[in-house]
């Protein structure tokens, strides 16, 4: 596990690293370390915006003794999975804009307020706790419901957020947005329906109905 306090003073001797200045996105415990919603995490979760960042990112932690490891081991076979390198107990997944299944996209930079710098190369934005939930979803590890949980208990949500980000996200090609994030929220609400309003997930599973709806259209129109 790594502390916020171990983690800051890992960013700033990578910081000291890298060969050109970097931004980075903080998502997943990270992020939540950040925000004050969580004391450790197993890994250190980043989004970047150019391949070409998260490659100079890769190769500074390289220099300092960190290595690859296959990332399947964690994400399985999923699509978009991370580049991971690790050292010890310390463990960087890195990100270029495509997280599984969703996208890091331009609205959810935009809700990335706080930041932190790092010496003068390293700008770290920390993910809304709205995206947290979607990147949540994607990711969909053991411990990230448990995440999303305790976002949700602590954070004041704006549901109306979450599925005009599904939307937007259908509309960038990932077309199972809806799908994927009403799945995961209906976990938590068969958990505790004081998680998730109940209107919430129906107008998610509206819009996959309209989906489905409209490619049922699309073949009629092709045969």
């Known amino acids: 596990m790594i502390t916020i306090e171990q983690q800051q003073k890992l960013l700033l001797v990578i910081s000291k690293e890298l060969k050109k200045p970097v931004t ?32 100079t990112f890769k190769d500074a932690a390289k220099k300092l003794g960190y290595l690859e490891m296959d990332a399947a081991a964690v994400y399985g076979a999923k699509k978009n999975r991370p580049e991971m390198l690790k050292l010890n107990d310390e463990r960087f997944d890195l990100f270029a804009t495509d997280v599984i299944d969703f996208i890091f996209s331009e609205t959810m930079r935009e809700r990335a ?40 208990k602590i954070t004041e949500i704006n549901w109306n957020i ?15 947005a809806a799908f994927d994030l009403g ?6 609400r068969k958990e505790d329906k004081k998680l998730v309003p109940k209107k919430t997930l129906d107008t998610l599973f509206e819009i996959v109905r309209k989906q489905s709806e409209q490619k049922q259209n699309q073949e009629k129109r092709h045969t």
């Open 183 to 188: 799945c995961f929220l209906e976990n938590l």
């Open 113 to 152: 307020k706080q930041m932190h710098q790092f010496e003068d190369k390293l700008v770290l934005k920390i993910a809304d706790p709205h995206d947290l939930i979607l990147m949540k979803c994607a990711t969909d590890r053991v411990k990230d419901i448990d995440d999303a949980r305790t976002i949700i």
């Open 24 to 55: 980075a996105y903080a998502i997943g415990g990270t992020a939540m370390m950040f925000l004050g919603l969580k004391d450790a995490t197993l890994d250190i979760d980043l989004v970047f915006e150019k391949e070409a960042d998260k490659n």
């Open 162 to 176: 979450l599925v005009e980000e599904a939307k937007k996200q259908i509309s960038l090609g990932k077309e199972r």
